[in-house]
T-cell receptor, first 114, second 116 residues
Framework: AQSVTQLGSHVSVSEGALVLLRCNYS??????LFWYVQYPNQGLQLLLK??????LVKGINGFEAEFKKSETSFHLTKPSAHMSDAAEYFC????????????FGAGTRLFVKA | NAGVTQTPKFQVLKTGQSMTLQCAQD?????MYWYRQDPGMGLRLIYY???????DKGEVPNGYNVSRLNKREFSLRLESAAPSQTSVYFC???????????????FGDGTRLSIL
């Protein structure tokens, strides 16, 4: 079985500060890992994904995430927060066997202070 | 290019009523999904359709049925609505041509459903 834990339901940073959103996963098979962003009253948008090529994955809007197998983590970072980054972020996992059942974390809401 | 379109955007039902949520995508995608989103629980997969003519259960299929009417459309039906089905429902799609990479890629803006 697979699962995802996002540490912190809310994270607040100042504009220009580092953004770090934490995600730990559990999987008995090699995982695919994803980060999605959701703006108010919208659906989710895929930010980036890890599919076993490079461990450091770059996504849209300046975000990146690093897959660390030894720590079972896939934390999302951005060097400098912008007001437009305020949104809810979801980490997700699926298996590399081609399964359709992507498992989502509970989400972390990011607040950006001016 | 509209992407994934869901109708209606909002709906209030009484317990026991039935309803069909509609979803259509104009990207010629093979795979389509229905999720529900509840506070503090992320998204949970209700049903998915890997390709036209096929549907399969996800994590929380009880109380729902689906129809993949054609390649564009994937509807979700609540036969007898219950308060526990109050949620925000999202339809999603993906190209699906790459094996092993089947996560949802494009989402609609959601249907907010309240059941009294």
């Amino acid at each position: 079985a697979q699962s995802v834990t996002q540490l912190g339901s809310h994270v607040s940073v100042s504009e220009g500060a580092l953004v770090l959103l934490r995600c730990n996963y559990s999987s008995s098979v090699p995982p695919y890992l994803f980060w999605y962003v959701q703006y108010p009253n919208q659906g989710l948008q895929l930010l980036l994904k890890y599919t076993s090529a490079a461990t450091l994955v770059k996504g849209i809007n300046g975000f990146e995430a690093e897959f660390k197998k030894s720590e079972t983590s896939f934390h999302l970072t951005k060097p400098s927060a912008h007001m437009s980054d305020a949104a809810e972020y979801f980490c997700a996992v699926s298996d590399q066997a081609g399964g359709f059942k992507t498992i989502f974390g509970a989400g972390t809401r990011l607040f950006v202070k001016a | 290019n509209a992407g994934v379109t869901q109708t209606p955007k909002f709906q209030v039902l009484k317990t026991g009523q039935s309803m069909t949520l509609q979803c259509a995508q104009d990207m010629n995608h093979n795979s389509m999904y229905w999720y529900r989103q509840d506070p503090g629980m992320g998204l949970r997969l209700i049903y998915y359709s890997a390709s036209e003519g096929t549907t399969d259960k996800g994590e929380v299929p009880n109380g729902y049925n689906v129809s993949r009417l054609n390649k564009r459309e994937f509807s979700l039906r609540l036969e007898s609505a219950a308060p526990s089905q109050t949620s925000v429902y999202f339809c999603a799609s993906r190209d699906g041509r790459n094996r092993g990479d089947n996560q949802p890629q494009h989402f609609g803006d959601g249907t907010r459903l309240s059941i009294l």
